[in-house]
C-alpha cells in the first residue's frame, strides 16, 4: 500500500459523500495478476505484455458461452482500496489538479474501472488476457464483448492530456 | 415496459443468485434521452443523433473540471430494470442462446452498461452527448475520460457476431 493511500493531497478536494447507497453489486470473480502493491502496477496497460488470468466464479461459467469467440473483452472491475469523496485530485504524475471525471484514476465515487483487454484463450472458468494494470486479487464485476463498431474511436482527443504532452 | 421484461424465454438459464452483496453504488445522476419505452430504443446507439443530457448531481460538479476538453466520453450506467440471474439468454433479433458475457444485453449479475459518446457540451453539470440508446432517467454511475491509446481496437471481432451476418 502506498503511503497515503487514503489520503488528500495538495489542490486536491472532497466532496460529502451521499448518506445512502443506491444499489448494490455481486463480485463475479477476482483477477490474477503479478503485481501485489500499487507501485509495481504498469503506469499504461498497452506497454505492458504480462499475461493476467480472469478467474469467474463458477456460478457463472454458462455465462462464458461464445466468450472465446471474441478477440477484446470489456472487463469491468472494483478499486476497493480507493476513497470516493474526491472531486479534483493530482495525479503525482502530471502534479496539477484534474476533475475525477477527467482523469482514469481509481478515486471516483464509484470506484469502476474499465479496461480493454485481448483474449487470449478460455480454459473453464479462467480466461487469459493481456491489457491489464490492476493489482492482484481484484474483484471482477462484468465481462462484455468489445464490438469495433461502436467501442472503438481511433480520433478521440483528450484536451488537458494533450497539451500536456507538446 | 416490454411483456415479459422480467421473464424467462425459451433457451435461456438462470443462475441463483449469490446471497449476499459485495459492494455499493451511489447514483451520481441521471441521463435524460427521448425513450420512454424499452421498443422505443434505438438497436444500435451509432445509428441514432438524438442528443440526450446527462444531468450530473451537483454534488459532484467539481470533478466535472477538465471533461469539456474531451471529445469522447466513457458513460457507466445502471440498468436497473434488468434481471441479474441469466447465465444463457436469447436475444430477439437474434433468436439464438448466447452467454451472457458474450452480449450487451442489460441482463447481467451487475446490470452495468457501457457506452462510448461523443461529448457536444458541458454547460454546469449538464452534458450534451451522442451515441445513447438507453432509457429516460436511467442512473449515472460513471464518467471517464475516452482515451484512443488504450481504449480504441478497430480490428477487434466478435466472432459470434460476426458468423451471423454472413
Not at 500500500?1 to 472532497?14: L, P, V
Not at 498497452?46 to 455465462?63: F, G, M
Not at 483487454?117 to 492482484?136: A, E, N
Amino acid at each position: 500500500m502506498d503511503d497515503n493511500a487514503f489520503g488528500i493531497w495538495d489542490g486536491e478536494i472532497a466532496a460529502e459523500l451521499p448518506q445512502d447507497y443506491d444499489a448494490a453489486l455481486y463480485f463475479i470473480g477476482r483477477i490474477r495478476t503479478p503485481w501485489v502493491q500499487r507501485k509495481d502496477c504498469p503506469k499504461n496497460a498497452r506497454e505492458s505484455n504480462a499475461v493476467c488470468t480472469i478467474e469467474v466464479d463458477p456460478r457463472w461459467q454458462q455465462a462464458l458461452t461464445d466468450v472465446a469467440s471474441c478477440s477484446h473483452l470489456i472487463l469491468l472491475y472494483w478499486m476497493n482500496r480507493s476513497r470516493r469523496d474526491l472531486v479534483l485530485q493530482v495525479p503525482r504524475h502530471y502534479g496539477i489538479g484534474r476533475g475525477t471525471f477527467a482523469l482514469r484514476s481509481p478515486a471516483r465515487p464509484n470506484p469502476i474501472a474499465m479496461s480493454v483487454v485481448r483474449l487470449l484463450g478460455v480454459d473453464g472458468t479462467k480466461l487469459s488476457v493481456t491489457g491489464l494494470d490492476c493489482l492482484d486479487d481484484t474483484p471482477l464485476l462484468d465481462i462484455k464483448p468489445y464490438f469495433a463498431s461502436t467501442d472503438a474511436v481511433p480520433e478521440a482527443v483528450v484536451g488537458w492530456h494533450r497539451t500536456l504532452k507538446r
